[in-house]
């Protein structure tokens, strides 16, 4: 059976996706959504628990929306939110994000581990972006936030980068959208490049598991197999979505 946290007014609460900072809902509501859905993931078991650290949730927000250039971005603040939970409570020592863009994704993963957010000590936050320009532009940001380099972003193939990298892979946050013929179906060979490098318990999210649904089809059905998970939900509190998986 599909494991869904969905709530009453998903699909009426949007963004604009050249203004991401805009105050969509009042703060108590937002963090009783994700809440909501923070609940279903330790229900799950793919959380130990719920508790994050509110102010510094804030702190990030207000960096990443003074120091970082955001051309468009489609990471509601609910999203943005959950990210940073997440990261803060499962706390990965060595965290990919493929698919960056302009890094907005990805500092919503690393801010629970560099910059004002920062609630734990991580080893490597890393931020995949197959174009150039971007990459540039999204390590721009990063820098601004995170001086130390524990946090950055490198220009390459997040299949090839994944295949090659010799650590643990302790959280994958999987948001590229590959070529003409692949699309979001590169969810999949990414995930699969890292399959083996992630350990017990390990956590992979997925960008637009409601919207792209169809196209993620495969990846879907991967990771809801037990055989390949011990859990997988997906999170519909805006229209695009997150599946979560725990191994
Ligand atoms: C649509 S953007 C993600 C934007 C993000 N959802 C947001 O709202 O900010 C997807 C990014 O994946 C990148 N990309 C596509 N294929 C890739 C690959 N194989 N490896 C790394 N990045 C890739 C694209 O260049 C693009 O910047």
Known sequence: MIQEYRSDDWNNYRMKFNEPHLVLEPLEKEIAVVDGALNMLHEAGVVSHTNYDHAKMLAHRQAVAELFEIPWTAITPRMQRLLYAINAIVQPQNMIAAGIFCGNTFISNAG?????????????????????????????????????????????????????????????YLDADGDKGRGKGIYLEILEAGYDKMPQGSVVLAHNSANLAERLKSYLEFVRDPAHFHSSINVIFDVEGLEVSVK
């Open 112 to 172: 629970a581990g560099v910059g004002p957010g920062a609630c734990y000590t991580a080893k490597q936050l890393i931020g995949l972006e197959i174009k150039p320009q971007e990459a540039e532009r999204a390590e721009r940001n990063v820098r601004r936030i995170d001086p130390t380099g524990v946090a950055r972003i490198i220009a390459d193939d997040a299949v090839d980068f994944v295949a090659k990298f010799s650590e643990p892979i302790h959280l994958l």
